[in-house]
């Protein structure tokens, strides 16, 4: 079976943004000129085989060649190898053999960023910014993060001993674990006060389970005092297209998601909402930044375009493009390739460009020094090498979608500017609270408007 996702940024946890199952491929017959095409690589094949200057496997050499290929066509093309295939498919099932450990790399050491709660790394004692400098007894420092997370991870019930240095402790100390079932929590949730907040890290295979588990919390603690919702999807790289989907359709009505159209004018797939909104209608804020891509930008247009949530933050990253994931046989790993655009319900691909939100809201003072690190940080889709052009040039650009700017007052001290200022919109009546810099004109629009009905019978999404 061949699975579609839409590849999300790469990263440690997130490496896919969007999978749904697309059954079969057409066959394209190959032309004399294929022939005599392949009879060349064959020729360059034997003599790097024959002649480079030192002796290559056979086995690297095509997969070199296979990932020259696909890396070739756009960012998001590439091979897997078996390991990789099967990373990948941890990644997307959101639970693996492990300590529960969320880790990153700091001048060459691993660094614990938290503990995952009820884990047995958690259960040990183990704290954030906590230094990891050998497992068992083996030094890690200046391996890839990667490496040093695959040998933490494996068969649940297997020990494995990790040496901690803490900052403020003399002597190092080793920690006897054994590997347990983690399930990765890509969804959190709380109640700010008489707001409900749910936070998506990445769409898994745990994210709509997670999502209604929010909503039945949030409900039970909050009563009927809620004044709405903020779905906080910034910095999340993609995930599952299924997972996006039943995000999406849990706060709307009814009306469009999300469509995708292929390499044929006829092959598109529509993906709608069923009845049942799990707000009960109150209003929604979705924030965004320039690390929300994929599947989180599925949500964020499919809410906005529909008229039922404010998007607010910054410009999302601009991934657009659908990958289909292609098993090739036992053993041989699977092809990433691009097979789609995706579409919002107005009809907007958003590759290399991203979702604009309705109130550009930034999270630092506009001439601060972290404001100008951030701005020489930020990457995008449209900033890859070989990325995938957006909008047919034949087409009306779009609508711009933001209605103003907002930045801190300077020597303003608030943890989350972004989240204050959704919660604090949501609690004023949807209304902002102050623009820096008009930028279209106050007659578009309002955020708050209707949804829209939905013109066509599509695919229904699944609840």
Known sequence: MKSTFLAGLAGLTAGVAATALLVNFGH????????????????????????YVREVEDADLVKFA??????????HSSY???????????????????????????????????????????????????????????QIRGVTLSDAVEKMRGPVGTPVTITIVRPGVDKPKDYVLNRALIKVESVK????????????????????????????????????????????????????????ISVSDAFLE????????????????????????????????VLVNGGSASASEIVAGALQDQGRA????????GKGSVQTIIPLGSGEGALRLTTAKYFTPSGRSIQAHGIEPDWEVHAK??????????DMRRRSEASLPGHLDGEDPSEAPAEPKTRGVVYPADGDKTDDFQLEYALKYIRNGMKPLGIEQKKVAASDVPPESPVPPTAAPATPAPK
């Open 365 to 374: 003072p506009k001439n601060s020094d972290e404001e100008k690190e951030l």
């Open 254 to 285: 009814r009306g469009e998601i999300v469509s995708t159209r292929g390499r044929d004018p006829q092959d598109i797939q529509r993906y709608t909402a069923r009845a049942g909104d799990d707000t009960s209608g109150l209003p929604v804020v």
């Open 189 to 244: 949730y709380e109640v700010k006060g008489d707001v409900g907040y749910i936070r998506i890290s990445s769409f898994n295979e745990q994210t709509e389970t997670g999502i209604e588990a929010a909503f039945a919390a949030i409900h039970k603690k909050a009563g009927g005092a809620l004044k709405g919702y903020v779905l906080d999807l910034r910095n999340n790289p993609g995930g599952l297209l299924d997972q996006s």
């Open 310 to 317: 404010t998007v607010i933050g910054t410009l999302s990253f």
């Open 66 to 75: 296979i990932n020259g290929m696909l890396t070739s066509l756009d960012p």
């Open 28 to 51: 394209v017959e190959a032309s004399s000129e294929t022939y005599r095409q392949l009879n060349l690589f064959g020729d360059v094949f034997e003599r790097v085989r024959a002649n």
């Open 80 to 138: 897997m190898d078996a390991k990789d295939f099967t990373d990948m498919q941890v990644q997307t099932r959101g639970e693996f053999g492990g300590l529960g450990l969320e880790v990153t790399l700091e001048n060459d050491f691993v660094k614990v960023i938290s503990p995952i709660d009820d884990t047995p790394a958690s259960r040990a004692g183990i704290q954030a910014g906590d230094f990891i400098t050998h497992i068992d007894g083996m």
